[in-house]
């Protein structure tokens, strides 16, 4: 069974960090693409970060430069290291995985959209205010 269970969420001041991580079992984590997400109060699944498969990654604007995504194969583990936190940032997180190959993305789906992922965790809420 495909599990994913995000952890490391909590409160801190803006301009704090805090180290989000996925636990990922029942896959070769190694073969899968792996993302964030999250959606603030009363918004949609915004698409925060990526790593491939072949270890590139990619960002959102809006988190670029603050934000670091990682992954520990050995530890089947997806990190999320946040720096300069605003309160901006202030959502449930995600994590969610991509199935490798012959899985193929459907037309009209992006790798930034959510139907690019066939798992997902429950989240873990990150909460930015002084």
């Known amino acids: 069974e495909v599990q994913l269970v995000e952890s490391g969420g909590g409160w801190v001041q803006p301009g704090g960090s805090l180290k989000l991580s996925c636990s990922a079992s029942g896959f070769a984590f190694s073969d899968y693409a792996m993302t964030w997400f999250r959606q603030a109060p009363g918004k949609g699944l915004e698409w925060v970060a990526a790593?491939?498969?072949?270890?590139?990654?990619t960002y959102a604007d809006s988190v670029k430069g603050r934000f670091t995504i990682s992954g520990a194969n050995a530890k089947n583990t997806l990190s999320l290291q946040m720096n300069s936190l605003k309160p901006e940032d202030t959502a449930m997180y995600y994590c969610?995985?991509?199935?490798?190959?012959?899985?193929?993305?459907?037309?009209?789906?992006?790798?930034?959209?959510?139907?690019?992922?066939?798992?997902w965790g429950q989240g873990t809420q990150v909460t930015v205010s002084s």
């Open positions: 969610a995985a991509q199935m490798p190959p012959p899985f193929r993305l459907a037309p009209g789906c992006s790798r930034t959209f959510t139907c690019a992922y066939n798992y």
């Open positions: 790593l491939d498969a072949d270890g590139t990654t």
